[in-house]
């Protein structure tokens, strides 16, 4: 049963819903192994920024649920980051998902218009994407209605397995 598309930001006791929202969302779209410890610590981060050491200026989040308590039917997980190479901060988007059974409702919509409503409240810059081999086309689709396109991510998954290394070039 879906629930009026309502985004709420996240609490404490949200995190079990989080959790099972996420491997979902890992299941359907994850391109490498999942690193349980390093979820967590993103999570807490966002759930519980109290709990952040003082001088701590690692990344901040912040979820933004819809559901009701221990019933959560789509996430959109975001955070202020920066470019490699700018020390200008924008948001960045870090997961959107949407439940299978609750897709048919306007929750993508109003996750995408909730990250919009974070950019706008912090002056930041919002940069999202789809990373999908699911209903990608739809997907797109949706963001370019609500957003202006900025690009295109590609993914080439290489000839060597998972534990190839970059190679190094040696001057002569």
Known sequence: MTCPSIVRIAKPDDHREIWRLFLQGHRENGM?????????????????????????????????????????????????????????KHIEELLVYVDPECRKSGHARALVNWMKEQSDYTGLKLVTGIISNERTEAKCRLYQRLLPKAGEFFVYMGTKGAGAQLATVASS
Do not use: C
């Open 32 to 88: 490498f192994a999942l690193a349980p410890e390093k979820v967590q610590w993103f999570m807490t981060r966002a759930l519980a920024p109290h709990t952040i050491p003082n001088g701590d200026t690692g990344p901040r989040g912040v979820i933004g649920v819809i559901g009701s308590d221990g019933d959560l039917e789509a996430l959109a997980f975001v955070l202020i980051s920066e470019f490699w190479y700018s020390t200008d």
